[in-house]
């Protein structure tokens, strides 16, 4: 090997060694190479927990207790296993509202993401006919633009407005891969009269920017807007303080950075100021959304619980928010500010070795579309390829990185904090030059 290559697997080696968080890595099954489209049995460079985080060690017994609580208690479980399925969702609360920066009551595990913002629009996108648009950035995940258009659908000629004219996407300037702050507070002032709703990715997912979530927030609410934010590439990514910045809503998935499962329960944000009684807002109610004391008399009459409890419908699926809890409890052990800063020596080694590579690599150098500040980002660099993108991206996966791949040529690379390593994350800086130089694995 080359002398600078050893030197920076070296800084890599090191940079773990001295790494607080580098036990955590164990608590986490990291598949083998040879298991995910590599050739060697050691374990993959895993990049790609921003799609689906990886299985925390301590989920199998978990789940397997509430099996055997179901097995040996039947419906005596809602109140006498380990963890009572009654109030199961109550026990995640205070841990999802730290890893969110939320009151407890503030924060519900339910349903999933794109279920969620739409529970959440019932409530507040209540457009009018002079003020009926929702603003989303362009590149917004197609699930929230589907379902903001459905709701646009779903009020115009009860309103009276253009539904076509309801979704406002905001684009970044020419030649530019993402949104300039003063740009989006720009559009939102000129929309003032017109903006009913502004609901952005705290983080989006295909060019990983992480918004200037307070001062947008701020801005759109001066403006007489409701905000709120999809939260799904920004749960567990970035030391969150939704309390504070004040949007009115947010809902996100736990299967990315929450390592809670494929498809697995989703979050959702109601800010406090509409948690109390007669806060009049239309929602749409199950039994679950009920207060508690009520919910076992089987009235008629709803009574919502004064916390984001009260959005719930039905009882919540135990077998999703299991994996939830454990995850969750690691959160707690590592901490969103400690996350966090491990976070930014990751991805800032991995923009380092990225730089330093394409010095050496005139004419076909790796563009990255993600912000280079790192306040404007999360654990995701998206990295434009050079050349045939489609090949070394195969090439990658038989040299045994998992990370993901967005046509027609950005690669997705998240080194999450949680499991990956600095060495991981040499390794993936060195099988990306190979793979782009086409040799073999
Ligand atoms: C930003 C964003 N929004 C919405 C979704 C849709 O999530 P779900 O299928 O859980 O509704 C995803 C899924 O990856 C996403 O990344």
């Known amino acids: 090997m080359e002398q600078w290559l050893s030197e920076q697997e070296a800084v890599a080696r090191g940079m773990d060694a001295a790494d607080e968080l580098r036990a955590m890595r164990s608590e986490f099954r990291v598949p083998r190479a040879k298991d995910v489209g590599g050739t060697d049995d050691g374990e993959c460079v895993y990049l790609v927990g921003n799609s689906l985080g990886l299985q925390p060690t301590g989920t199998r017994g978990a789940m397997e207790a509430e099996l055997e609580d179901w097995a040996r208690l039947g419906v005596e479980g809602h109140f006498k296993g380990g ?33 969620n913002l739409h529970l959440m629009m019932v409530s507040f996108y209540r457009p009018t006919r002079e003020r009926y648009r929702i603003v989303i950035e362009d590149t917004a995940f197609p699930s929230d633009s589907y379902a903001v258009r459905s709701q646009a659908e779903f ?3 009860r309103a009276g407005f253009d539904a076509s004219r309801a979704v406002l996407r905001l684009r970044p300037r020419e030649g530019e891969a993402t949104l300039r702050t003063s740009d989006v507070l720009e559009v939102l002032d000129r929309e003032r009269s017109s903006a009913a709703l502004v609901m952005l990715g705290g983080v989006n997912y295909l060019t990983g920017q992480l918004f200037d979530m ?49 498809g697995s329960i989703a979050g959702a944000f109601v800010h406090e100021r509409h948690l109390h009684a007669g806060a009049g807002l239309p929602r749409f109610a199950g039994w679950w959304g009920n207060d508690p004391k009520e919910r076992f008399r089987m009235g008629p009459e709803f009574r919502p619980v004064e916390s984001a409890d009260a959005w719930q419908l039905s009882n919540p699926p135990i077998f999703a928010l299991t994996p939830l809890r454990v995850s969750l409890g690691l959160f707690d052990r590592a901490t969103m500010p400690a996350l966090r800063e491990k976070s930014r020596r990751l991805t800032g080694l991995l923009e380092r070795l990225i730089d ?86």
């Open 83 to 115: 963890h009572p399925w009654f109030s199961a969702h109550e026990e995640v609360r205070g841990m999802l509202s730290r890893v969110v920066g939320a009151l407890p009551r503030e924060v519900v595990a339910m349903n999933s993401l794109t279920t």
């Open 155 to 157: 009020h115009a000629s």
């Open 214 to 262: 307070p001062a947008i927030t701020r801005f759109a609410r001066e403006r007489g807007m409701a905000v709120g934010w999809d939260l799904a590439h920004a749960a567990g990514n970035i030391d969150l303080r939704l309390h504070d910045d004040g949007p009115d809503f947010a809902a996100w998935c736990s299967y990315k950075y929450l390592n809670s499962g494929p």
């Open 356 to 441: 330093e590579r394409n010095a050496r690599r005139p004419g076909a150098a790796v563009g990255v579309l993600t912000p280079r500040d790192a306040s404007q980002r999360g654990c995701q660099l998206s990295l434009v390829l050079p050349g045939d993108a489609r090949r070394a991206f195969a090439a990658l996966q038989s040299r045994g990185v998992v990370c993901d791949f967005r046509e027609p040529n950005v690669v997705r690379a998240a080194p999450v904090p949680l499991y990956s390593s600095f060495h991981d994350v040499w390794r993936f800086a060195s099988a990306l030059d190979d793979a782009l130089a086409g040799g073999a694995s």
